[in-house]
């Protein structure tokens, strides 16, 4: 059973940087495909970037193209976002998620395991 824990969230002002990281722990990560979600206030979750088990392929959602990057480590077991140049509108309550195929789709359905979640807030 994989377990996973989301830190790095917080206070940010626009046009500043974050990094999220997702700390797994249960199992190795090779095998395992991760997404990074967020939901907004009032706001079904939507997949913010995924990448596939074989670091070969990665998936950006339009708004975060050119300011996100996820990065896996699976030495570390640990996956990251860097989030760079940050808007009011990327605040929510960001989600790591794994699944044990490999693909790259950003579909929370997709995906079988999830941490408890961290908040992100930017302010204007």
């Known amino acids: 059973q994989l377990q996973l824990v989301e830190s790095g969230g917080g206070l940010a002002q626009a046009g500043g940087s974050l990094t999220l990281s997702c700390a797994a722990s249960g199992s190795i990560l090779d095998p395992y495909a991760f997404g990074w979600f967020r939901q907004a206030p009032g706001k079904e979750r939507e997949g913010v970037s995924c990448i596939s088990s074989s670091d070969s392929e990665t998936y950006y959602e339009d708004s975060v193209k050119g300011r996100f990057t996820i990065v896996r480590d699976n030495a570390k077991s640990t996956v990251y976002l860097h989030m760079n140049t940050l808007k009011t509108e990327d605040t929510g309550v960001y989600y790591c998620?794994?699944?044990?195929?490999?693909?790259?789709?950003?579909?929370?359905?997709?995906?079988?395991?999830w941490g408890q979640g961290t908040q992100v807030t930017v302010s204007s």
């Open positions: 998620a794994a699944d044990p195929r490999d693909h790259f789709y950003c579909s929370r359905y997709m995906y079988e395991f």
